[in-house]
Structures are given as structure tokens and as C-alpha cells.
T-cell receptor
């Protein structure tokens, strides 16, 4: 079966750095997405990785290792507004998006 | 400048009473998706349209139907809602099916009484 694993919940302090991990087992791979979802709202796109390595976009960076079936989302200089769920999703060989359940990130002052 | 619009944002229906949720997009994207998302769970794809080509997920109950009369609009019909159908329903679009980010509407939260 296809599977995406992420921690259920993480807590971090305002101004700090946090890394949210995602491991996946899918039938084929055509890229990995990270989405941010605030409570009661729709997901919004953060990043897309298809090649190994680190993609940096402002305070957010996303890393991919295809051989390890592993990705992480790195958030720097955390702000209170970063409190949200972060969803990892993998595009499989049929171009179907397989979603993780999301990691709820709680930011404390 | 809303890109994916869903109406209504909140919908209350009675057990067994048909309900229709609507989605429209101003992006002229080829693909439209309907997801069901329950609290603290991953979005679950119900079906998607690639242009007019309808793709139903194998485990989507027959109770759920969809229509896409034109590029801009897509509807989700729930023929006989049960209590277990209470959820957030998300509409999304993408330019194409391959490796394109999905743009989500704000969602419709469905309550079944």
C-alpha cells in the first residue's frame, strides 16, 4: 500500500527553527509537495521537490532524498502565524496525489 | 481576485436530504478535484475531472456524484447524506494533472443533522 508518515504534532518557540519530517512509500514518485493549512481553512501550496536536495524559499526550505523516501520542511524565524498544519503529499506513478495526515505545529511565545 | 470559489462556506442539511455544493474557478485550469477532509485527517480525493474526462476514485461511495458543465464550474451532489458525511469539502484546481500545484478553494463545511 501507499503510505505517508508525518509526526502528528510538534511544538516550537517563536523565533526558533523547526524541522518537520515526512517519510513516504509510494508506487512510483513524480514529486513531493508541502502545503500549509490553517485551522478551518484550505491548504495553500508551499513547495514542490522532484530532485534530491534543498529548495529554499524565504523562511521556508524543503529537502528531498528520493533514495531514502524522505523529505523535511524547515521553518526558520518562527512567527505566531506559522501555527498551522503542514501536509506532505507525494505524486505517485499515476500522477495521483497521496496525502499525509499533516503535522500540527504549535508556536509558543 | 478570488481564484477558486466555493459556495456555500457552511451548509447544514438533514439526514437523507440531498445537498449540492458548488465550486467555480477563474484560473481556466484543466483539472478540478473534490476532496473530503475530516478533522485531523488527510484530504481524501473523491473524484477529479481532467477537462470533461471524469475520474472516480475506487472507494468513493455511490452516494457522491459530480458534474462539470463547463471549464469554470464543478458541483458535488450528495444524494442521501449520512452523519458520517459531515466534513469539510474542498475543491481544488490544477493547470494540468502532472506535477502542478493544486489551488484550493476555501472549502464548504457540511453539517448533517
Amino acid at each position: 500500500g501507499q503510505n505517508i508518515d508525518q509526526p502528528t504534532e510538534m511544538t516550537a518557540t517563536e523565533g526558533a527553527i523547526v524541522q518537520i519530517n515526512c517519510t513516504y512509500q509510494t508506487s512510483g514518485f513524480n514529486g513531493l509537495f508541502w502545503y500549509q493549512q490553517h485551522a478551518g481553512e484550505a491548504p495553500t501550496f508551499l513547495s514542490y521537490n522532484v530532485l534530491d536536495g534543498l529548495e529554499e524559499k524565504g523562511r521556508f526550505s524543503s529537502f528531498l532524498s528520493r533514495s531514502k523516501g524522505y523529505s523535511y520542511l524547515l521553518l526558520k524565524e518562527l512567527q505566531m502565524k506559522d501555527s498551522a498544519s503542514y501536509l506532505c503529499a507525494v505524486l505517485d506513478s499515476n500522477y495521483q496525489l497521496i496525502w499525509g495526515a499533516g503535522t500540527k505545529l504549535i508556536i509558543k511565545p | 481576485d478570488a481564484m477558486v470559489i466555493q459556495n456555500p462556506r457552511y451548509q447544514v442539511t438533514q439526514f437523507g436530504k440531498p445537498v449540492t455544493l458548488s465550486c467555480s474557478q477563474t484560473l481556466n485550469h484543466n483539472v478540478m478535484y473534490w476532496y473530503q477532509q475530516k478533522s485531523s485527517q488527510a484530504p481524501k480525493l473523491l473524484f477529479h475531472y481532467y477537462d470533461k474526462d471524469f475520474n472516480n476514485e475506487a472507494d468513493t461511495p455511490d452516494n457522491f456524484q459530480s458534474r462539470r458543465p463547463n471549464t469554470s464550474f464543478c458541483f458535488l451532489d450528495i444524494r442521501s447524506p449520512g452523519l458520517g458525511d459531515a466534513a469539510m469539502y474542498l475543491c481544488a484546481t490544477s493547470r494540468d494533472r502532472e506535477a502542478d500545484e493544486q489551488y484550493f478553494g476555501p472549502g464548504t463545511r457540511l453539517t448533517v443533522t
